[in-house]
C-alpha cells in the first residue's frame, strides 16, 4: 500500500480550498467538462430518478448539475473544501437549490437519509492508512441503503503515484476487492483514461459495487 499521507479536517480542507483558490477550476488537473464515465455508471445502476443519491467527494464536479439537468431530483454533494462547494453551487446559480451541499470530509459524514447510490470519482484512493480505509467504509456502510450501489473510481495500477501533492493508492480488482469484499458485492469494472487540462493522460478504474449485507 502507498505512504501515508493522513490529513486531519482542518488540514484536508485548507490543502483543497487552496488547490481552489490558486487555480481556475476548469485549469484543475480533476476537471472534466462533462463526466461521461460517472454518468454511463450511475445510468448502468438502474436507480429512479427520483432515488436519492451521493457524490462523495465531489466538490466542484460537473456530476451534480448534468444529474439535475437530467431529471435527478435528490442530489447531495458532500466535500470538505468550502470553496469547491462555492464554486459549484455559483456556476449553477438557482438551480443550486435543488441540490443538498454539506461540507464535511468524508471519513465523518453521516446522514439520517440513506443513499441509494454512493458515486466517489478520486477520494478513495487518497485514503492511504488502513485507519482512513476503515473510517471510509464506515461512512459508506452507515449512508447506504441495504442494496445499494457505490460507484468508486480511482487511479488504476498505471495512473499517477501522487495527485495535488499527495500520494495515492493505486488499484486493480483484486486490491480493491481486498478492501470492500465481503461487505459488498463487485458487479462491474471499467477502464478509461482522463485527459487532464494540462494534456497529461490519467489511467483511471472504475469499479461498481453493490452492498450484500453481510
Known amino acids: 500500500m502507498s505512504r501515508d499521507n493522513t490529513q486531519e479536517p482542518d488540514e484536508l480542507?485548507?490543502?483543497w480550498d487552496a488547490k481552489y483558490h490558486a487555480t481556475?477550476?476548469?485549469g484543475l488537473s480533476w476537471y472534466q467538462r462533462h463526466p461521461q464515465e460517472s454518468l454511463s455508471l450511475v445510468e448502468a445502476a438502474g436507480i429512479a430518478r427520483d432515488a436519492p443519491v451521493i457524490d462523495a467527494g465531489g466538490g466542484a464536479s460537473m456530476l451534480a448539475e448534468t444529474l439535475v439537468q437530467l431529471g435527478y431530483t435528490d442530489v447531495t454533494v458532500v466535500d470538505c473544501?468550502?470553496?469547491a462547494l462555492g464554486e459549484a453551487r455559483n456556476r449553477m446559480g438557482a438551480s443550486a437549490s435543488t441540490v443538498s451541499w454539506v461540507q464535511r470530509d468524508i471519513?465523518?459524514?453521516r446522514s439520517a437519509k440513506k443513499f441509494s447510490l454512493w458515486h466517489d470519482r478520486a477520494v478513495f484512493h487518497f485514503m492511504t492508512s488502513e485507519d482512513d480505509r476503515r473510517r471510509y467504509l464506515e461512512s459508506l456502510d452507515a449512508c447506504l441503503d441495504a442494496d445499494g450501489v457505490a460507484i468508486?473510481?480511482?487511479f488504476a495500477l498505471n495512473g499517477p503515484e501522487r495527485c495535488s501533492g499527495l500520494s495515492v493508492q493505486r488499484y486493480d480488482e483484486k486490491l480493491i476487492s481486498s478492501v470492500f469484499v465481503p461487505r459488498f458485492e463487485l458487479v462491474s469494472t471499467v477502464d478509461s483514461?482522463?485527459?487532464t487540462p494540462a494534456g497529461f493522460t490519467q489511467e483511471f478504474a472504475w469499479f461498481t459495487f453493490r452492498r450484500t449485507n453481510r
Open 13 to 15: 480542507r485548507h490543502h
Open 24 to 26: 481556475p477550476f476548469e
Open 81 to 83: 473544501s468550502p470553496a
Open 107 to 109: 471519513r465523518t459524514f
Open 152 to 154: 468508486i473510481g480511482v
Open 193 to 195: 483514461q482522463h485527459l
